[in-house]
């Protein structure tokens, strides 16, 4: 597909701005929303459609993804048999070089450094267990942070969350994240990120965005 050059100027711009440079990686404490320079703070558009319908036990999943400040998510809830299910989020960085931290990092980070990659879920949802990553962690030094941050290896990271309804409603799962990169610092770090979904006698489906 052709892509004009103002149009990939455009791409290139909007990306560079999710960013922060390395000297200001500190500034990965600093959650999406909160006051920063212009440019630097805006989430790039959100991208994937919602399910066309509930999935039921045996069918295919429901599945929907956004794009936020470097990071594309993706949702899925599988093997659904009510009121159980599996809730699988994938992290995945738009940018190579690129890690998000560990699930057991603490809220506010290590020295006001980093932010866990969360999921949680509200509403009729109720999580049945703990959050698992796929991947293993390994422990970073950062400039200017004495404790060992851990984090992932850089790519995607798979997490997965069991669940279960009570009864039929609305639900919201909540996603947070921060990635970096040791040679061009952090992104903007996420915090609540809601994705609303609904639960039905056939099952979960994600509201379409």
């Not at 400040?69 to 960085?93: Q, Y």
Request: net charge neutral; aromatic share 4%.
């Amino acid at each position: 597909m052709y892509v004009s050059p103002s149009k990939r100027h455009v791409r290139t711009a909007r990306t560079a701005a999710a960013f922060l440079s390395l000297a200001a990686l500190t500034a990965c404490g600093a959650p999406s929303g909160s006051s920063a320079p212009s440019g630097s703070s805006a989430p790039s558009a959100p991208s994937g459609q919602g399910a066309a319908g509930a999935a039921a036990a045996g069918a295919a999943p429901a599945t929907t993804s956004f794009t936020e400040n470097g990071v594309t998510v993706t949702l899925s809830v599988s093997d659904w048999h009510a009121p159980k299910g599996t809730l699988t989020a994938v992290f995945t960085p738009e940018k190579k070089g690129f890690h998000l931290y560990s699930t057991e990092l603490p809220p506010t980070g290590v020295e006001g450094v980093g932010r866990p990659t969360a999921v949680g879920v509200t509403g009729v949802l109720k999580a049945d267990g703990k959050l698992t990553a796929s991947a293993d962690v390994r422990s970073i030094s950062v400039p200017g942070v004495d404790a060992p941050m851990p984090v992932y290896p850089d790519g995607p990271v798979t997490t997965t969350l069991p669940v279960r309804a009570d009864g039929n409603g609305d639900a919201t799962v909540l996603l947070g994240y921060a990635s970096c990169s040791a040679k061009e610092g952090c992104t903007i770090p996420v915090a609540d990120h809601p994705v609303h979904l609904r639960l039905t006698d056939s099952g979960p489906a994600f509201a379409a965005h």
